[in-house]
């Protein structure tokens, strides 16, 4: 078995904290709302990455706001798929894609987001932690598509490289990868380090800024392929699609 990443319990517990911290500010009906409290509202047949990242698949009346997807994956590569979301957080993502995929796999470093996305998943929706080796065996190639929401812009080289690794380890031959990493350090997207620099110690939800070589040299270190690298200046992000050639 591949030599799978393993997080220490020190930032899996900063980890938990930052989400008791962000969910006691923002509203959390997005992430406790049942899946089958939902609404299924959208499709998502025929549209390319730009149209999935804005799309809305459900809502509910206690939404404050319209939950957009936010990955950076063309339609074919989600609907009727098996799809691995890393970083998951409590669910949310996969609340909203159940309603399409064949099968999700929820990853995440947080036990206590991981317990909240348990809560009310969809039938076709699990959620392992990161460090839990074992059970990640069990899905070894079984994946189409592996997507990160929000999640890649907090990972520098070497996390992401073994973040990247997980990934490969998951998918099947031809099976693709989406990223969202940021694509410069200034702007409004508060403190963003360049992607080789080490993590930040003390907040764990600093971002890192990948530059195309920076995408095309990790890429080439787990032994995956760049198809297309996209700056998107509006939201300071360099979505990346890579492929598993085998």
């Known amino acids: 078995m591949l030599d799978l990443v393993t997080i220490p319990q020190e930032v899996a517990s ?34 390319d990455e730009r149209q999935v990242f804005d799309a809305v698949l459900a809502s509910h009346p206690s ?13 074919d590569r989600i609907v009727g798929r098996h799809v ?12 909203h894609l159940g309603f399409v ?9 947080s036990r206590v987001a991981l317990a909240m996305a348990r809560g009310g998943a969809h039938p076709n929706c699990r959620f392992v932690h990161i460090n839990d080796h074992d059970l990640l065996a069990g899905h070894a190639g079984l994946y189409d598509t592996v997507v990160g ?22 998918l099947k031959p031809g099976g693709t990868v989406h990223c969202d990493f940021f694509a410069r350090g200034d702007g409004e997207a508060g403190t963003v380090y360049d992607a080789r620099a080490e993590h930040d110690a003390e907040q ?4 890192y800024a990948f530059s195309e070589q920076d995408v095309l040299d990790v890429a080439r270190d787990v032994g995956l392929s760049v198809v297309s690298q996209t700056e998107d200046c509006r939201a300071w992000r360099r979505f990346v699609v890579l492929r598993f050639d085998d």
């Open 14 to 47: 900063r980890w938990d904290r930052e989400w008791g911290a962000y969910l006691l500010t923002e509203d959390v009906n997005p992430f406790v709302v049942e899946a089958d409290c939902l609404e299924h509202v959208g499709a998502l047949d025929g549209l």
């Open 63 to 75: 939404y404050t706001f319209a939950v957009q997807l936010r990955i950076w994956a063309s339609a």
């Open 84 to 95: 691995v979301e890393l970083g998951c957080g409590p669910g949310l993502l996969g609340k």
């Open 101 to 109: 995929v064949d099968r999700y796999l929820g990853i995440d470093v």
């Open 149 to 170: 929401r929000e999640f890649f812009i907090h990972q520098n080289y070497e996390s992401a490289k073994g973040l990247l690794r997980l990934a490969r380890f998951l």
């Open 204 to 207: 764990v939800s600093s971002g």
